[in-house]
C-alpha cells in the first residue's frame, strides 16, 4: 500500500475526529449560550424583583364595604409603600362628593360615613417623592336595611340590660350618642389587671367626652370584683356582674374566648373594635368621639360609676 493509498484510507478517520472534535465544540457553545441565557434570566427576575421591592404601590382596604347606610367605614392603607427614598403623599378620596383627604402618613385609619344609600368608588392614590404614582380603589354599598348584630367590626353589637354593682340597670342601647368601651376582665386574670390602668386612664381622659367604660366582671363573686376596682381607684368604670364567672352571659352572647378582650361600640351602635385592649389607642378613641352623629340617633343616657 502506498502513502497515497494509506493517506486516503486515513482520511475518513481524520475526518471522522474533526467532525467529533467540532461536535464537542458545539456542545460546548451551546451550553455557554444556555448558562448566559439562564443567567440573563436570573438577573431579570432579580432586578424585576428589587424595582417592584422599591416600587410605589397603593393598597387600599376598607372595611365594612357594605351595609345598611349610614354607613360607618374605616379606610387603612398600610400595605402600601412609597418605595425607597423619603415619604411621598397621598390621596384619599372617598367617592361621594365630599372633601378628599390628603396626608403623608400612611399608616392611618380613616374614618368615613356614607349617607345616603348608593354605591361609591373610593380611590387612593399613592405619590413617591420622584413623582412615581400608583392608584388602588374599592367599591363601597350603602344599603337600605338593618345592619346584622354581632360582635365583629362593622356590625350592630348585640343589646342587653344587666345589673350594675351599685344596683342600677345598665342597657346598652340606651347609651347610643355614647362611645361605649366593653372591657371582659376579671379581678382573678393577671392580663387583665395588668391592662386595667389602661383602660382607666381612656375613661379618666374621655369620660367628659362622651366616653363609658362596663368593666363586665368574670369573677365568680361580686365582691372580689367590686373591691379590687375600689381598692385601684377605677371608681368611675361602670362594673357589670352577673352569676357565671367565666361562663358568664354576656361573655357568652359576644362570643369572648379570652381575656382581657376590648369592644368599642360606637355612637350609632356599630362595632368598631374588638381585639386586646393594650391594642386600644387614644387617637382611635378621639375618632370616634369626634364623629357626628344623626340628630334622630343622638339620644345620650349618661352611666357614671358603679364600682360600689
Not at 43 to 71: H, I, K, M, Q, Y
Amino acid at each position: 500500500m502506498d502513502i497515497a493509498s494509506c493517506g486516503a484510507m486515513m482520511t475518513p478517520a481524520l475526518a471522522g475526529q474533526e467532525s467529533c472534535g467540532d461536535c464537542e465544540r458545539g456542545k460546548m457553545r451551546h451550553k455557554l449560550f444556555l448558562a448566559g441565557m439562564i443567567c440573563g434570566l436570573l438577573g431579570a427576575v432579580l432586578v424585576v424583583g428589587c424595582t417592584r421591592f422599591g416600587g410605589v404601590e397603593a393598597v387600599l382596604v376598607a372595611f365594612p364595604s357594605d351595609g345598611a347606610a349610614p354607613l360607618r367605614v374605616e379606610f387603612r392603607m398600610d400595605r402600601s409603600t412609597y418605595g425607597s427614598g423619603d415619604p411621598g403623599t397621598f390621596v384619599l378620596d372617598f367617592g361621594d362628593g365630599t372633601s378628599s383627604l390628603e396626608s403623608d402618613d400612611l399608616a392611618m385609619v380613616i374614618p368615613h360615613v356614607y349617607e345616603p344609600v348608593g354605591t361609591y368608588l373610593a380611590r387612593l392614590t399613592v405619590v413617591a417623592n420622584d413623582g412615581r404614582t400608583d392608584e388602588s380603589t374599592v367599591t363601597i354599598a350603602a344599603t337600605t336595611g338593618e345592619v346584622p348584630e354581632g360582635s365583629t367590626v362593622g356590625r350592630r353589637a348585640y343589646d342587653f340590660t344587666a345589673p350594675a354593682t351599685d344596683g342600677r340597670q345598665i342597657t346598652l342601647s340606651e347609651l347610643r350618642g355614647s362611645v361605649v368601651l366593653i372591657e371582659f376582665w376579671g379581678s382573678w386574670c393577671r392580663p387583665c389587671k395588668a391592662s386595667m390602668p389602661h383602660i382607666n386612664a381612656f375613661w379618666e381622659a374621655y369620660h367628659d367626652q362622651g366616653l363609658v367604660v362596663l368593666a363586665v366582671s368574670t369573677d365568680v363573686r361580686k365582691e372580689d370584683a367590686v373591691a379590687y376596682l375600689s381598692a385601684n381607684g377605677y371608681t368611675g368604670l361602670t362594673c357589670i356582674w352577673e352569676p357565671g364567672g367565666k361562663a358568664t352571659r354576656i361573655k357568652l352572647m359576644y362570643q369572648v374566648d379570652w381575656i382581657p378582650r376590648s369592644i368599642v361600640v360606637d355612637k350609632l351602635g356599630i362595632v368598631r373594635y374588638n381585639g386586646h385592649p393594650m391594642d386600644l389607642t387614644a387617637s382611635f378613641l378621639e375618632a370616634l368621639l369626634a364623629e357626628q352623629v344623626l340628630p334622630s340617633s343622638s339620644v345620650t343616657t349618661e352611666a357614671r360609676g358603679s364600682a360600689h
